[in-house]
């Protein structure tokens, strides 16, 4: 989804980076097109939000007055958001004055979490991101005295959100987490593909594979899935969903076992062949630990165990490392744009970047041993980088 917000800017950044100048039409037509993806936000918003979606089978055409009646919305408004998104192939018409569903919209309605993205998308994240000069004008206030009624001690979030009062806004801020920042910097197979390299060398005498604070079991699988001869131990972390219940995974994911972990806790599994970390992305969330010091903790445990054990390996998996992508790439755009929403959504985030965690490896070394990076590998389509990292003498 969050591509659909992207394509002008990214045409016109093509058209400059291959030499073709951008003049006064190019810049016209990025504001008519901003505007016109404003408004296809604005339409899909309205149709969520009034319900529309829920009104309209998924599997005929109905009348639009016959939906406006359902929705309590007039006929008029109906037709010309419908007619408007219809452009976009979200919704159609295929008759005069009725309406029925595209496999686009389909979506919406059968999956609540796209549709609760949406919304927390116009209601919460477009709204902040407009008011951050002011809150980060506010902010800068406080912190040099001068507007002490301004003031957020810890974690500073720049929308308020309190779980246990707000079970619907919680809802849809981990909709939008998920479906758009978790996606947009990953998937399953650009993760296992980065991996494959490493995968290969398995030792029939050692084929433990752990993988260390998975935010997603779904892509954790999507590894174990494609090695059924290796042992997968795969640890989540405490408020990780599970995407698959019990067993009913079947026989294939039988070499698959799941561990809950916290962040900052000791790793139990203390002599596998391979150690994947899967270093947390940054949230919109407000957390008791900086990713920093978890990653940090995560490297010395893991530090000590290559140290114990000479057959061990350690591999990191990092998504949204900026830096780390190739430069004006679609990947490197998507870790830019997910940058850019915790400057806004949360004030004192930012994504990690390339600098920072090899800053970070080169500090994790004793009286003999530093780690270094050995094999870096980064993916074309998604900000995912996967790099293996082991000892050298100092």
């Known amino acids: 989804m969050a591509e659909l917000f992207l394509p002008s800017a990214t045409n016109l950044a093509d058209q400059v980076m291959s030499g073709n100048t951008a003049g006064?039409?190019?810049?016209?037509?990025?504001?008519?097109?901003?505007?016109?993806?404003?408004?296809?936000?604005?339409?899909?918003?309205?149709?969520?939000?009034?319900?529309?979606?829920?009104?309209?089978?998924?599997?005929?055409?109905?009348?639009?007055?016959?939906?406006?009646?359902?929705?309590?919305?007039?006929?008029?408004?109906?037709?010309?958001?419908?007619r408007f998104t219809a452009i976009s192939g979200f919704l159609c018409e295929p008759r005069t004055d009725f309406v029925a569903h595209t496999d686009l919209s389909r979506h919406y309605l059968l999956r609540t979490a796209l549709s609760d993205a949406v919304l927390f998308f116009g209601d919460t994240v477009f709204t902040t991101t407009l008011?951050?000069?002011?809150?980060?004008?506010?902010?800068?206030?406080?912190?040099?005295?001068?507007?002490?009624?301004?003031?957020?001690?810890?974690?500073?979030?720049?929308?308020?959100?309190?779980?246990?009062?707000?079970?619907?806004?919680?809802?849809?801020?981990?909709?939008?987490?998920?479906?758009?920042?978790?996606?947009t910097l990953s998937c399953e197979t650009t993760t296992a593909d980065l991996l494959e390299l490493w995968m290969a060398d398995a030792s029939p005498d050692n084929f433990t594979v752990v993988q260390v604070c998975c935010e997603s079991d779904t892509i954790a699988r999507a590894i174990a899935r494609?090695?059924?001869?290796?042992?997968?131990?795969?640890?989540?972390?405490?408020?990780?969903?599970?995407?698959?219940?019990?067993?009913?995974?079947?026989?294939?994911?039988?070499?698959v076992t799941i561990q809950h972990c916290a962040p900052m806790s000791a790793q139990r599994m203390t002599d596998a062949w391979l150690y994947i970390i899967h270093l947390p992305t940054p949230s919109i969330f407000a957390t008791s630990t900086d990713l920093l010091s978890q990653a940090t903790h995560m490297l010395w445990t893991h530090f000590d165990i290559l140290r114990q054990n000479g057959h061990s390996r350690l591999v990191i998996v990092a998504n949204g490392l900026v830096g780390s992508a190739k430069t004006n790439s679609k990947a490197e755009a998507a870790a830019r744009m997910y940058d850019m929403l915790l400057m806004q959504?949360?004030?004192?985030?930012?994504?990690?970047?390339?600098?920072?965690?090899?800053?970070?490896?080169?500090?994790?070394?004793?009286?003999?041993?530093?780690?270094?990076?050995?094999?870096?590998?980064?993916?074309?389509?998604?900000?995912?980088?996967?790099?293996?990292?082991?000892l050298t003498a100092i």
């Open 24 to 82: 006064p039409q190019e810049a016209s037509n990025l504001l008519r097109t901003l505007v016109s993806q404003t408004q296809l936000l604005a339409g899909l918003h309205w149709l969520n939000k009034s319900q529309v979606l829920a009104c309209i089978p998924p599997g005929e055409a109905v009348p639009f007055q016959n939906v406006a009646e359902m929705a309590c919305v007039s006929v008029s408004e109906l037709s010309r958001v419908v």
């Open 131 to 183: 008011n951050t000069p002011l809150t980060t004008q506010l902010q800068g206030q406080a912190a040099h005295g001068r507007n002490p009624t301004f003031s957020s001690p810890g974690p500073t979030t720049a929308f308020q959100l309190d779980g246990h009062n707000q079970p619907r806004l919680k809802r849809q801020a981990t909709a939008f987490q998920r479906q758009v920042l978790q996606q």
């Open 226 to 255: 494609r090695h059924p001869h290796l042992y997968f131990v795969i640890q989540l972390t405490a408020e990780t969903e599970l995407a698959y219940e019990g067993s009913d995974d079947g026989a294939s994911l039988g070499h």
């Open 345 to 390: 959504m949360t004030m004192d985030k930012h994504a990690i970047t390339m600098d920072q965690m090899e800053q970070l490896l080169s500090n994790i070394r004793d009286a003999s041993w530093r780690l270094v990076i050995w094999t870096k590998e980064i993916s074309d389509s998604h900000p995912t980088v996967a790099f293996e990292v082991g």
